[in-house]
C-alpha cells in the first residue's frame, strides 16, 4: 500500500502540495502503527521521511534540500509520526490490558462461584485449592481454617496473631514480612503461609508449598488476591455450615430431653401416688417412718410437676389464663402456699399503703407458683434467722414484685445462669437444694404473662429478685364495669 501510494502521488506531483504528502504519509503511518503495531508504525515512518525527501522536496532524486523551510517540514512530519505512533501503542497496550483485565475478572467470578456452589463447603475449599495450586504451578496448596490449627505449628499461629506474611527460604530459613501480602518475600521462597482475613480477624491461612522458588507476576499476583478473597468466603462457610449443624444437634437433643422428661415424668405419676397411700397406711400404724416418707414423696411429687411443666413451657403448650386479679390476693395466696415451706422464718410483706386498688392483668395461678418458686429460693439459700421481705410497687404500667433475702448473692458470671434449667450453684445445699428448676420456671411463666423476671443483687448483701407483671389501668376498668 505504501509502494503503490507513493507512485500514484510522484505520478501527480507536480501537481501536490508538500503538505498534502505529509498528510497521506501520516495516515499510513497511523495504520501501521494500528495494524502492526509501534515497530512497524516507527520504521514506516523512517522510510516515509527518506521518501518524502528524495521524491518530493527539490532538487528530487537526492536527500539536498534547497528551500530551508523543508527542513522543518520533514522534522516535523517525523516528529508528528513517531509521536503519533506511540499514542497509538499506548491507546493499544491500554486496551489490551483492559480486556484482559475485563477478561481475568470474569473468569475469576466464574470459577469462584462455580467452587463455592459446591453443596458442602469443604469441598469448595478443597476445590479452590486446587486450582490454586494448578494455576501457579505449586506442589501443594492448603486453606486452613483457625478452628483448625495444630498447636505444633510454629509459623502458622504466627501468621493468624500477627496478620502478617512468612515464608520459607530455598536454604529452609524462615523469613517474616512486614504486611500481609508475600512481594517482599518472594524470589527465594519456596513455602508461603499468607493470612485471611475477615474485617479485623484472620479466619484462616492459605499455605504454597511449591518445589522451586515461588515467582508471581503481577497477572499472578491479582489472581492470587481474588482467590484468596474467596478463601476467606470458603472458611466462613464451613464456620457456618459447623455451626448451623451445631445448632440444629442442639435443638434436636432439647426437644428430645424434653419429650424424655415429659414421659419419665408422667410415668412417675403412678408410684409416687402409690408411696403417698403406703405412707398415710403407716402413719395410721404409728409407724415413725411415714412422715419422713410423705415428706419426700411430696417433694418428689413437685419435681415431677416441675419436669412435666417445663416440657411444656419449652413446647409452647403451657396454658396461661390473663384475668384482671387484685395483687392483694395473689400476696394472701402465696402467703398461704408458703408458710409450710417457710416454718419458723419471717416473711415480711410490703403493700402499697395508700392509693387505689393495685389490679394486674395476669395468670392467678401460674403468678402464684412464679412467686413460691422465689420465695422457696430465697429460703434455701440464705440464714435460717434472717428474715425474707416480699415488696410490692407499682411502676408505670407494671406490678413490681420484689423478692429479697440476705444470703451470700449471686456472682456476676452467675446471674443469668441461675435461670437456666438444672443449674444449680456450686454453693447450693446438698439436701433440699431442689433440681434447679424453680428459677427457669418462674421466669417462663412471667414472660409468658408478658411480663419479666431478673436478678439484682441487694445493697448491703443478698439477692433481690424483680417480677414484673402487666398493671390494669382502673379508668378502663371501671368503664368495663
Known amino acids: 500500500i505504501f509502494v503503490l501510494t507513493t507512485a500514484a502521488m510522484v505520478a501527480v506531483r507536480s501537481r501536490l502540495d508538500k503538505a498534502h504528502v505529509a498528510l497521506l504519509y ?22 516515509a521521511f527518506l521518501a518524502f525527501n528524495w521524491l518530493f522536496l527539490q532538487p528530487y532524486g537526492t536527500f539536498a534540500i534547497a528551500d530551508p523551510l523543508d527542513w522543518l517540514v520533514l522534522v516535523t512530519f517525523l516528529v508528528v509520526g513517531g509521536v503519533a505512533t506511540q499514542i497509538v501503542h499506548l491507546l493499544r497496550a491500554e486496551t489490551a490490558e483492559a480486556r484482559q483485565r475485563t ?22 475449599l478443597t476445590a479452590l485449592a486446587e486450582m490454586i495450586r494448578t494455576t501457579l504451578s505449586l506442589r501443594e496448596c492448603r486453606i486452613r481454617a483457625t478452628a483448625d490449627l495444630v ?38 521462597a519456596v513455602s508461603l503461609w499468607l493470612p485471611l482475613s475477615a474485617g479485623d480477624a484472620v479466619v484462616g491461612v492459605l499455605e504454597l508449598v511449591a518445589d522451586r522458588p515461588i515467582a508471581l507476576d503481577q497477572k499472578r499476583r491479582r489472581f492470587l488476591a481474588a482467590l484468596r478473597y474467596y478463601a476467606v468466603l470458603g472458611v466462613e462457610r464451613v464456620r457456618l455450615e459447623a455451626e448451623t449443624a451445631n445448632v440444629a444437634a442442639l435443638q434436636a437433643a432439647a426437644r428430645l430431653k424434653d419429650a424424655v422428661l415429659a414421659s419419665v415424668s408422667h410415668d412417675l405419676r403412678t408410684p409416687l401416688t402409690t408411696i403417698k ?23 418428689l411429687n413437685r419435681l415431677v410437676a416441675d419436669l412435666l ?14 384475668e384482671l386479679n387484685p395483687v392483694d390476693e395473689l400476696i394472701e395466696a402465696v402467703l398461704q402456699r408458703v408458710a409450710g415451706i417457710l416454718g419458723n422464718r419471717r416473711l415480711v410483706v410490703s403493700l402499697p399503703s395508700d392509693g387505689p386498688l393495685v389490679v394486674g392483668r395476669f395468670d392467678l395461678g401460674q403468678s402464684i407458683r412464679a412467686l413460691v418458686n422465689l420465695v422457696e429460693n430465697a429460703s434455701k439459700y440464705s440464714p435460717p434467722d434472717t428474715p425474707i421481705e416480699l415488696a410490692v410497687t407499682v411502676d408505670g404500667g407494671d406490678i413490681v414484685m420484689a423478692v429479697m433475702d440476705r444470703g451470700r448473692g449471686v456472682p456476676e458470671t452467675e446471674q443469668e445462669r441461675i435461670f437456666e434449667p438444672f443449674y444449680r450453684p456450686a454453693d447450693a445445699p446438698p439436701d433440699g437444694g431442689g433440681a434447679g428448676l424453680g428459677l427457669a420456671i418462674a421466669r417462663w411463666l412471667a414472660e409468658a404473662q408478658g411480663g419479666t ?21 382502673l379508668d378502663h376498668l371501671q368503664e368495663s364495669l
Do not use: C, N
Open 26 to 47: 501520516l495516515l499510513l503511518v497511523l495504520a501501521a502503527s494500528v495494524a502492526g503495531g509501534r515497530g512497524l508504525g516507527l520504521i514506516l515512518a523512517g522510510v
Open 453 to 473: 423476671l431478673r436478678y439484682e443483687p441487694r445493697e448491703g448483701g443478698g439477692s433481690r429478685f424483680v417480677l414484673r407483671l402487666p398493671a390494669a389501668r
Open 103 to 124: 477478561e481475568e475478572v470474569d473468569r475469576l467470578a466464574s470459577l469462584g462461584a462455580r467452587t463455592l456452589a459446591h453443596p458442602r463447603a469443604a469441598d469448595a
Open 309 to 322: 411443666d417445663l416440657s411444656r413451657l419449652r413446647a409452647g403448650g403451657f396454658p396461661i389464663r390473663l
Open 277 to 299: 397411700a403406703v405412707a398415710q397406711a403407716m402413719a395410721a400404724d404409728g409407724d415413725e417412718r411415714a412422715e419422713t416418707i410423705s415428706v419426700e414423696a411430696d417433694r
Open 151 to 188: 498447636p505444633a505449628d510454629e509459623i502458622v499461629p504466627w501468621v493468624v496473631q500477627s496478620r502478617l506474611a512468612a515464608a520459607r527460604l530455598v536454604d529452609g530459613t524462615v523469613r517474616l514480612a512486614e504486611t500481609p501480602e508475600p512481594d517482599s518475600l518472594l524470589g527465594d
